[in-house]
């Protein structure tokens, strides 16, 4: 209940839509501990499950948010990083361990141009960052 706040605090149209809790313990939680909560992420409608201690996340499951600028993709980053982790190539986890792609939309017009030398300048500096960096993917692409 808490990652899902935190997750439609963070992206435009979002929200919860329900939680439903346990009517009596389980191996999630003592009764009215939350067994689900659906809530939407940029229009897209999601049910998270509290699985309790046993289940983890892996990187087989992540959700990616497309960025327009810089201030966003830096404003994204830094709350899913707190009390998370960064990765490479623009991927992070949460403090939950869940998943993320923070993907600036300019990498996407980058990787799909024409010249397709640009888009491997582009794509190759993409794979050396961690966070990405809208400048540096431009620099990359113009060979400088």
């Known amino acids: 209940e808490r990652a899902a706040e935190l997750y439609v605090s963070l992206v435009p149209d979002s929200r919860i839509d329900r939680v439903t809790r346990a009517p009596a313990d ?8 939350a067994l689900t909560v659906e809530f939407t992420l940029a ?4 049910v998270a499950l509290n699985g309790g201690p046993h289940y983890r996340f892996t990187e087989a499951f992540s959700i990616q948010i497309a960025c327009a ?3 966003e993709v830096d ?10 982790s960064e990765g490479r190539c623009g991927w992070c986890k949460d403090r939950w361990g869940l998943s993320w792609q923070i993907v ?3 990498l996407q017009q980058l990787m799909a141009d024409p010249d397709r030398e640009r888009a491997r300048r582009a794509t190759e500096a993409m794979l050396r ?5 809208i400048a540096g993917l431009e620099r990359a692409a113009d060979g400088r």
């Open 69 to 71: 600028d810089q201030a």
């Open 43 to 46: 229009g897209a409608r999601f």
């Open 129 to 133: 960052m961690g966070k990405l960096d």
């Open 104 to 106: 600036p939309t300019r």
């Open 75 to 84: 404003r994204l980053w830094a709350a899913l990083t707190d009390g998370g």
């Open 26 to 33: 389980t191996p999630s939680g003592p009764a009215g501990t």
